[in-house]
């Protein structure tokens, strides 16, 4: 739905988002940054996708962007289905002068990483994790699951990936509906992701923390950037913001592997580099 023309400014070209929404989002975006709240994902937003989860790291200007736009607004949070600590490291986030007040929600908002604090609050696991984690090994084999994939240990969660298999989709279909049977014996839900299923415990999605954290800090607008059908619940918070007279941004940083998401974009841009891009131009526009 993007639109590659710039948005009234010679100085500094920022796309212009293709709905009328959008465009309320970012000029209300620009005429108050300082009640803005620019809230992102991880992997595939600030940290291009990789093979290996544990290679990912965020694209090497995305740290010195958001130093450079964080002072401007009222709060920049990283929301991810990662664990916290483990966002900040890939991330680099911490120590960072600018971005002393970044936030990092990890495992979907159920970890809370504050710069400020360099510390992470996070409430008791849930036990159903640690079973289906013991299970897993065996249930994939006994199920055959297919050669190529691999589980990943998240604490919190645990996720089988599928991106290595032979056919990686066909892979993810076919674990659907077994691992869901799985999570649902042990009281998790199956959150799908581009070529990873992901078992955790219910009641906190993206959306759920981004709703929290921008009443938390009366955000007055809000810009989301995410890849992945997991965004998609951050997606429908913006639009029960909006709703309520909040003006927001949805971004989609482009993916040919979840169409659904660039569907529901206000603006699509060409993945972490045009995310990085986008928060450069912003952070040009604020001064």
């Not at 936030?103 to 908002?109: F, I, K, N, S």
């Not at 969660?157 to 892979?171: I, L, M, S």
């Not at 841009?269 to 604020?286: D, F, I, K, M, Y």
Request: proline share 8%; glycine share 12%; charged share 20%.
């Amino acid at each position: 739905m993007g639109s590659h023309d710039t948005h009234s400014t010679e100085a500094t070209p920022l796309p212009t988002p293709a709905t009328a929404a959008g465009r309320d989002g970012l000029d209300a975006i620009l005429g108050r940054p300082s009640r803005a709240v620019i809230a992102l994902d991880f992997d595939g937003t600030l940290a291009p996708i990789v093979a290996d989860p544990e290679q990912a790291r965020a694209h090497p200007e995305a740290v010195p962007v958001l130093a450079a736009l964080a002072p401007k607004v009222a709060a920049v949070a990283v929301v991810t289905g990662r664990p916290a600590g483990v966002a900040v490291r890939h991330g680099g986030f911490a120590g960072v002068p600018g971005l002393e007040h970044l936030v990092v929600l990890g495992h979907y908002g159920a970890e809370r990483w504050d710069a400020v604090t360099g510390t992470v609050n996070a409430p008791a696991p849930h036990p159903g994790v640690a079973a289906a984690r013991a299970e897993l090994p065996g249930f994939l084999d006994r199920i055959g699951a297919w050669q190529g994939t691999w589980i990943e240990e998240k604490g919190r969660a645990v996720a089988v990936h599928t991106r290595r298999a032979a056919d990686p989709q066909a892979a993810f279909e076919a674990l659907r509906a077994p691992l869901t049977e799985l999570a649902a014996r042990h009281g998790l839900i199956v959150e799908p992701g581009r070529m990873v299923l992901e078992l955790r415990p219910p009641g906190m999605d993206k959306g759920v923390a981004l709703l929290e954290y921008a009443r938390e800090i009366s955000a007055e607008s809000v810009l989301y950037g995410g890849d992945d059908l997991g965004d998609l619940p951050a997606f429908a918070a913006v639009d029960k913001l909006r709703s309520d007279g909040t003006p927001g941004l949805l971004v989609c940083s482009g993916s040919d592997e979840v169409t659904e998401l660039r569907e529901r974009a206000d603006l699509v841009v060409s993945g972490p580099e045009g995310v990085v891009g986008l928060l450069r131009g912003l952070a040009a526009r604020l001064g």
